[in-house]
């Protein structure tokens, strides 16, 4: 015994000095980033688009090449494996160019620490479709595709958030639907102001967009003339209201911001340059500013302003998530027996009569079912300045020449040939009788308290350096507040919920709150109303959302690729004979609860 401690602690010293060599060594060996004799043998991955070009196609009246062009350059950049000669990656530290572990501690000359923008995560892959893949691309993320997230740069690991990666399907449609409701917002707030010019005293409206009530905003006239007027937000909810932190005097912002679980990102370009960066180690320049390199992996302008462009386009124009039901009639899967029509029908009735259907709103329309980018929407593009400081216009990101596209018609994927050969355009947006393109999300672009059970152990929107923090307490984000999530394609994207925790609908549901009598979760209520359903309501409820699928034909090289979350009993997928160009041997099986 004696003998072998001692032999054990000689080892030890001598494993710990071999340690403490290598670890000093670590300390200043870097990634590669002299690319001399890689470029030998090597190219870049990326093919980069050209803003001016786009812009020029768009000036030039030919809207549709502009837009295809655009479509396919985000297309490819999507689903590009970049390489170090692309710049993807950082100089992580300790020699690393991928963490997925936020590395708060690294904060050598360089190091993750260093980075600028500040970093939060990653880089944590070399694809954005490695994240969003199931059940195909642009698609939403399994459990190791969860991203974690250190959002106050502490380095304590309690402190870290997790998110699952959500499906980017008809994003377009979500950034559109969020203008038109911000325009209802603001044509509010100006009446309220003139009424309260014109009246004097304290005025209030009720802040309804669509089918959305964010509560009330008051107003007290502070002055005559010229008219001065101070707002009261106190009873604003679920929604931020000021513009910045810097200017606590302006009026109320009242923008709704769709993206992220928490609702904090307004438009997809936005959101898509933090995520070409966090992500991947790709840089845009319009973050990181012409010829830097932010991330000291010796590469610079990573991402051209064009390829963000690209893919804010391509994303944009992902389809609309579809149902079974559809599918059914369509003639793209087998039939759906009379009673699973019968099940997913009731299911929807008592998705409803449980309240789930207050926060996921079945459907809302969009009178303009245009999207442009930029936006025509001065709240939904850069202002005088991308964050990196370059004017958009000169680097002609102009709206006056947008790349745009119609929501209810120009989607490339999921153009439907049928029997009787016309095409049927699944992956547009329905139009209502009044012509107007439906937004079938099952969702309410509004921030709801979710309680203890679904709270982060951090407010990682308070710390956010591009959302403003509300002042106001009553309606700050809070570790617990979140985004409505949509529910179309809910049935394709296990797991749920924004960490991913549940990984079955039911799961899910109970997830909304603790159930205690005193959990302030708004979906308190309605889970429990769930809870006290007799077992064939409850398989109906979620074999109506099972139901809500996620469907893809793609036009890849002359040949369409139909996929669908393959799963194991499995009936086929049938694709009309007048589409077929296809190799396809995907299936679809029927949603749990109705199985027969
Ligand atoms: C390492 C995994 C991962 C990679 C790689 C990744 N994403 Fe994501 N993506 C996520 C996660 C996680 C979220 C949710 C983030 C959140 O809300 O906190 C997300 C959200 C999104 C959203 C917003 C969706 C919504 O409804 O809020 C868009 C758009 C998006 N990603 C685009 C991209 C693009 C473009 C790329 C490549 C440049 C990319 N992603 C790469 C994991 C990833
Ligand atoms: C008060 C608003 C509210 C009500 C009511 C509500 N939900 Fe939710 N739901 C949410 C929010 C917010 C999330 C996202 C929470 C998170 O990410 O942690 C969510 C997430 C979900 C998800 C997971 C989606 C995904 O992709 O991860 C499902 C499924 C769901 N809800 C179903 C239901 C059903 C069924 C009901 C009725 C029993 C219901 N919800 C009632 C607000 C609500």
């Known amino acids: 015994m004696q003998m072998g401690f001692q032999r054990w602690k000689r080892v030890s010293l001598w494993i710990f000095v071999v340690a403490m060599f290598f670890a000093g060594g670590a300390g200043v060996w870097a990634i590669v980033t002299d690319m001399t004799d890689v470029k030998i043998t090597h190219s870049p991955a990326a093919v980069h688009a050209d803003q001016d070009e786009l812009r020029e196609l768009v000036a030039s009246g030919q809207d549709a090449e502009a837009f295809e062009e655009a479509f396919e350059l985000g297309d ?68 190791a595709a969860n991203v974690h997230r250190d959002p106050f740069r502490t380095g304590l690991i309690g402190q870290f958030i997790q998110r699952n990666t959500p499906h980017v399907f008809a994003v377009g449609a979500i950034q559109r639907l969020a203008e038109e409701m911000t325009d209802e917002l603001h044509a509010r707030r100006t009446a309220l102001v003139n009424q309260v010019c014109a009246q004097g005293g304290t005025r209030s409206v009720t802040l309804i967009a669509k089918l959305v009530n964010y509560g009330t905003l008051s107003a007290t006239r502070t002055q005559a003339s010229p008219c001065k007027v101070t707002f009261n937000t106190d009873l604003v909810r679920g929604i931020d209201f000021l513009p910045s932190v810097d200017n606590p005097d302006a009026p109320p912002d009242l923008i709704v911001r769709p993206l992220q679980w928490k609702g904090s990102v307004p438009f997809i370009r936005d959101f ?199 002042l106001n307490p009553n309606n700050r984000h809070t570790p617990d507040t979140f985004l409505t999530e949509n529910l179309w394609g809910v049935g394709s994207t296990p797991p749920y919920m924004h960490d991913g925790r549940a990984t079955t609908i039911t799961e ?84 749990e609860g109705i199985r027969e």
Request: net charge negative.
């Open 272 to 470: 898509n340059r933090g995520a070409s960066h966090n992500e991947l180690g790709m840089q845009a320049v319009e973050i990181v500013g012409d010829n830097v390199d932010g991330d000291f992996d010796g590469v610079k302008n990573e991402m051209t302003i064009g390829d963000q462009t690209a893919l804010a386009v391509y994303m944009a124009a992902q389809p609309r998530p579809t149902s079974l039901v559809e599918l059914s009639i369509l003639g793209l899967i087998e039939p759906l027996t009379q009673t699973q029509l019968t099940t997913i029908a009731r299911g929807a009735v008592v998705f409803g009569q449980i309240g789930c259907a207050s926060c996921h709103i079945p459907a809302m329309a969009i009178n303009n079912p245009t999207f442009s980018e930029p936006s025509q929407n001065a709240a939904y593009r850069d202002g005088t300045a991308f964050p990196a400081g370059q004017n958009p216009i000169a680097r002609g990101v102009d709206p006056a020449f947008a790349v745009k596209f119609d929501l209810t018609r120009d989607q490339p994927d999921n153009r439907i040939e049928l029997p009787n050969g016309t095409t049927f355009l699944l992956g547009s947006l329905r139009r209502d009788p009044q012509g107007r393109g439906l937004v079938e999300l099952f969702g309410d672009l509004k921030r709801h308290v979710m309680g203890p059970r679904l709270a982060e152990p951090v407010n990682e929107i308070a710390g956010d350096d591009v959302t403003p923090i509300p």
């Open 76 to 143: 490819d950049l999507f689903a590009t494996l970049f390489n170090a000669l692309d710049g993807v990656g950082a100089n992580v530290g300790k020699g690393q160019r991928f963490t997925r572990v936020p590395r708060s501690d690294l904060k050598g000359t360089g190091e993750w620490f260093r980075h600028t923008p500040n970093r939060v995560t990653g880089p944590n892959s070399n694809a954005c479709n490695s994240c969003h893949l199931r059940p195909f691309e642009d698609g939403a993320g399994d459990a």
């Open 508 to 591: 899910a549901i109970l997830e909304h709150s603790t159930g205690a009598s005193s959990d302030p979760s708004e979906a308190k209520q309605s889970r429990q109303a769930y809870l006290a359903l007799p077992a064939g309501d409850k398989r109906a409820v979620v074999a109506f959302l099972e139901n809500l699928v996620l469907f893809k034909v793609e036009e890849e090289e002359g040949e369409q690729v139909a996929t669908i979350a393959p799963k194991p009993e499995a009936a086929t997928l049938r694709i009309p004979r007048a589409a077929l160009k296809r190799r396809s041997t995907p299936s679809i099986q029927a949603p």
